[in-house]
């Protein structure tokens, strides 16, 4: 029981730091459209 809760807390963990990169490439791809779309 405590290796899969031990697993589970991993995987959790990664995903918030995936999430986390996801958010800024998102965030600094927003960006680029909306400097694209005002330069045009």
Same mark, same amino acid.
């Given at each position: 029981?405590? &290796? +899969?809760? &031990? !697993?589970?807390? $991993?995987? #959790?963990? +990664?995903? #918030? $730091?995936?999430?986390? &990169? *996801?958010? %800024? =490439? +998102?965030? =600094? #791809?927003?960006?680029? $459209?909306?400097? !694209? *779309?005002?330069? %045009?």
């Amino acid at each position: 029981m405590s &290796r +899969l809760t &031990r !697993w589970i807390v $991993l995987i #959790i963990f +990664l995903f #918030i $730091l995936d999430l986390e &990169r *996801l958010m %800024n =490439t +998102l965030d =600094t #791809i927003f960006t680029h $459209l909306k400097q !694209w *779309l005002s330069s %045009n």
